[in-house]
């Protein structure tokens, strides 16, 4: 089979953005990958649109971006899977890519939610659980995340320390990275002594709503290699859905979906756990990054809270976890990061990461969640 | 290239469905379409939902319906283009397929609308124009398709009796589909003297927000012809995209992505529009199905109008069209609308639609528009 490669990737500044609306957003993200690609816009056959619409005043928010971006009348269309829908969007690339019906296709992941209120944005995504038996009984993404994270300390012992020194990772790489929200370093004693959210998490548990975008370029095999550029592929794209409702899963400790999209995107590309060096992983709350590091088999299962104490997952370790600050430190429009994730991979393969590149970056995963894990989307990339 | 195969089709009831959630609508319709393939649900590799999820109390639609169908831990993502998002789905299943990832795909379009009032859809819908600088001023849809109605009376003399033709036929086609919302004829008079919506639009000229689900399960060459069934093959794909805003466009008599849509598909299917048979037209208001006969090449620019007068767009006319009802008297739940066009489309072409069969139909099209014309999706379907 041939291969998909990215020939351009842009990523505008994620936080409170006021100052654009979507369109706005989709657009510098947009303007950066093109002018990385070295392409005429007029070579972008189609775009698939990531956004979770109804965070945003502006619906229909694929035909607004491709109009602003100047792409009518190329063909486009949204994909939505809740935080995941950015890896939704590029799988559907892949495929209209390899299906041949297109050459050149943008991924743009954009997402406004601070024209929210935050008890807004809480009630609409106690909707993407399940509104018969759950949401109607108040559970939220907290709630949701804290059950996962209580049951993991119950059984493995993992500690309130491991689960913050996760934050403590991700802001200490956030703080290198100027598209992150929150670009400052914290200290656990700061991360443990934060206002109590949904115990046993804390603010630092939690990741931050954002307005933000990404954007990828992907091409087939021949355009990409005619671009003279150093190529990044997409060589594995898995995907699994599990059950709504985390109490209809065999366990609270880890998400099924993800273990199978691992398996599926391990399978496609030829690899396995090992041979990743650099992982953005979904880190909406502390233990979803612990409990990811287990999924897809950096460490055993129970192991993941000793993982980020012994600091494997840092830069220098045994694979490098969010090197960009993750949901954590560079913020989570909910659109726009998987996409986000994906721009982190194929800078660190390209070794274009600056004072936050893993050495010898030559094989990298993005794991990217939706929901409470009824959607898992994990991609593997190479370098050439 | 190897072909894509329709090889089962399910279709609920449209209309008020207070009695169903909308997993409990995308089950009907499943059920049916998977008996319809004679095929074991396990064998469904992925399936891709169409909904709009910004009207459903419940969201994460896609995780609710894969998980209430069964079909965990197989992939599953949304696809959203407002009215078109079901075609959006069928687009996205083709790819899947022809990219050689899955074999067999069900695409589901399901909707519930009627959880909110008639104010609120209104409100949400006119956020599918554009909210800097049209919805803000109050524009909504009846109003921007009025605004093209009224144009193509002053540039072609076309009628208001003739634009109520089209109401007259689709109910009357309606009144003989079981799952139609509206299963009742109206006379001419009867449309004209109904209660104005927006000039020169009366009740009559417009469909109605329903609830429903239709399902397609889509599978390889290989795959479908093993069925041992009539199939049916989805062999033009055609998709583009045009300004938010109408008055962006060059004119207000038709719809440059509908032209380009149809251009597409009919050059992979390697036909033209003498070759179609029977048609599914995205009538959400009346002037939308003249100007679809005339975008699709039926007739000439400005020749919708005496096109319906004269019946041409009736079974037994040049070109069958809407014999199902169409969104006028079938309803119009805007996640399942382009599934509910394909299910009547594969029903004409195999020879199954009963008393509203058109004779010889052996090469069929859906043209499903998104908002005001800035997406369209047609797609050309043959018989073996």
Redesign the interface.
Known sequence: ?SRVGVIGIGHGKFGRRSDA?VQELAFEAFRLAVKDAGIAREEID?SVVAA???YH????V???V??YLN????????????CASGS?AI??A????????HKVVAVIGCQKMTELSTGEILA?MG??????WESVFGTTFPGYYAMFATRHMHEFGTTREQLLQVAVKNHFYGAKNKNAMFQKEISLPTALASEAVASPFCVYDCCANADGAACLILADEGRARASGKKVVWLDG?G??????SVL?RPNLVGL??AV?AARQAYKAAGVTARDIKVAEVHDCFTIAEIMAYEDLGFCKKGEGGRFIEEKRSYVGGSVAVNADGGLKAKGHPIGATGVSMAHEIVSQLRGDAGERQVPGADVGLTHNV??IG??TFVHVFKRD
């Open positions: 089979m609306t189609a979770v619409p109804e005043k502006q619906r229909s694929a035909g607004v491709q109009e792409l009518n009348p190329a063909p486009t269309w949204l994909t939505e899977v809740a939704a799988r559907t892949w495929m209209a890519i390899q299906s041949g019906l609409l909707r993407v659980g399940e509104v018969q794209v995907c699994a859905s599990a059950s709504m209809r099924p979906s199978e939706g929901g009824q959607y």
